[in-house]
């Protein structure tokens, strides 16, 4: 995928954060533009899991302190952008479902209850801005924490987002690490996730 396909450039973050879960390193080298790139992923021949813990739960773990868990909804027409962003969002400890059109967006956040929907504007059926306009007249909708993702990034974008009820406007390609620091301290609603 390349960046004309509208990807989160979340790749390279993705790789590095399942190669740092498992004890290794990534290196990246380039002679430059239209000269290619070299990437190095080194990984130990096992993983080293501190004692008493499973595997399992060391990897949960690595995350944890840095993101409090969260129901976020993901919604991206582009199946790989989303997958890697579910992906990523999973590995530190989310529960995550998705949609892809805007249509199927607020079916899912109406059944699926999320804390934080990660919408993309331009999507097919319904656009992001009417998907997040009939998402706040859901009676959870209002408690939602509305996030745009989108490659449009001027300032009539961002008034158009917030007008639309979007509490966030991002710009893509989006920094994973930017986007986990938003999640950290956006407000959770009363009584955080749900049990179950």
Not at 83 to 102: E, I, K, P
Not at 114 to 136: C, H, M, N, T
Request: hydrophobic residues 35%; negative net charge.
């Amino acid at each position: 995928m390349d960046r004309a396909e509208g990807g989160l450039g979340i790749g390279l973050t993705l790789v590095r954060r399942l190669v740092e879960l498992h004890g290794g390193s990534v290196e990246a080298h380039s002679d430059g533009i239209g000269k290619g790139s070299e990437f190095i992923v080194r990984l130990p021949k096992t993983a080293q899991v501190p004692e008493g813990k499973s595997r399992e739960s060391a990897n949960v773990d690595s995350g944890s302190g840095q993101t409090p868990k969260r129901r976020i909804l993901v919604v991206d027409d582009n199946q790989d952008a989303a997958d890697s962003l579910v992906m990523l969002l999973r590995m530190l400890g989310n529960d995550v479902c998705t949609a892809r059109d805007g249509l199927e967006a607020v079916n899912t956040a109406a059944t699926f209850n999320p804390e934080v929907v990660l919408l993309d504007i331009g999507l097919p059926k319904l656009d992001g801005y009417e998907a997040a306009r009939q998402i706040r007249t859901q009676p959870a909708g209002t408690d939602m924490v509305l996030i745009a993702l989108t490659g449009w990034g001027q300032e009539e974008d961002r008034l158009r987002s917030k007008e639309a009820g979007f509490d966030h406007h991002l710009t893509k390609p989006v920094d994973f690490e930017s986007l986990q620091d938003l999640l950290s301290n956006t407000k959770r609603p009363e009584g955080g996730l749900p049990n179950g």
